[in-house]
């Protein structure tokens, strides 16, 4: 089993910048891709960024070039490192990953408020 602990949610104003945590424990060697999904209110889930084991990236359209996705595979971590933060930026975001054992399994965090607002 994986479980998930996020942290580094807040309130900044806009054009600040954040940074968020996840935390992976349990069975770690198994952990293929790792990322982020954020949830507005009204609003559907959507992909954030994900990395692969090899480092391998990628980024929802509203994202890029402004927020950067890292993992240490040695502690069994990945961070959001967020930019030029926007008020539509503002939602719960998720940590997420995939562990295999049998066959790919999803595992998810508890969710980490980020509020963009003057």
């Known amino acids: 089993q994986v479980q998930l602990v996020e942290s580094g949610g807040g309130l900044v104003q806009p054009g600040g910048s954040l940074r968020l945590s996840c935390a992976a424990s349990?069975?770690?060697?198994?952990?293929?891709?790792m990322g982020w999904y954020r949830q507005a209110p009204g609003k559907e889930r959507e992909l954030v960024a994900s990395?692969?084991?090899?480092?391998?990236?990628e980024y929802g359209a509203s994202v890029k070039d402004r927020f950067t996705i890292s993992r240490d595979n040695a502690k069994n971590t990945v961070s959001l490192q967020m930019n030029s933060l926007k008020p539509e930026d503002t939602a719960v975001y998720y940590c997420?990953?995939?562990?295999?054992?049998?066959?790919?399994?999803?595992?998810w965090g508890q969710g980490t408020q980020v509020t963009v607002s003057s």
């Open positions: 997420h990953l995939l562990y295999r054992t049998y066959t790919l399994v999803s595992a």
């Open positions: 349990g069975s770690t060697s198994s952990i293929t891709r």
């Open positions: 990395i692969s084991s090899g480092g391998s990236t």
